[in-house]
Nanobody, 115 residues
Framework: QVQLVESGGGLVQAGGSLRLSCAASGRTFSSYSLGWFRQAPGKEREFVAGITSGGSTNYADSVKGRFSISRDAAKSTVYLEINSLKPEDTAVYYC?????????WGQGTQVTVSS
């Protein structure tokens, strides 16, 4: 069974940085794209960043230049470096993988940015 476990969130001042991690288990993920999404209070869950099995990345316009996604295939872990944090980045951040048309999500990690 696919499991995703996020960690690394916290309370940080505006302008600060965090590194989120997502550990995947239950199968081999090296051939799958992995992604990060976030959901702020009262808002829809939105795409933040994704990385393919080959290492190609893409980002939401709102985070380009500030966020960086990477993966460690050996550890089945995907990371999200988030820099120059803004209060509007406050949200629960979720890791995602789609396997055979089924979306899997972790429990999320809270990121709170104070102004």
């Amino acid at each position: 069974q696919v499991q995703l476990v996020e960690s690394g969130g916290g309370l940080v001042q505006a302008g600060g940085s965090l590194r989120l991690s997502c550990a995947a288990s239950g199968r081999t993920f090296s051939s799958y794209s992995l992604g990060w999404f976030r959901q702020a209070p009262g808002k829809e869950r939105e795409f933040v960043a994704g990385i393919t099995s080959g290492g190609s990345t893409n980002y939401a316009d709102s985070v380009k230049g500030r966020f960086s996604i990477s993966r460690d295939a050996a550890k089945s872990t995907v990371y999200l470096e988030i820099n120059s944090l803004k209060p509007e980045d406050t949200a629960v951040y979720y890791c995602n993988v789609r396997v055979r048309g089924v979306d899997y999500w972790g429990q999320g990690t809270q990121v709170t940015v104070s102004s």
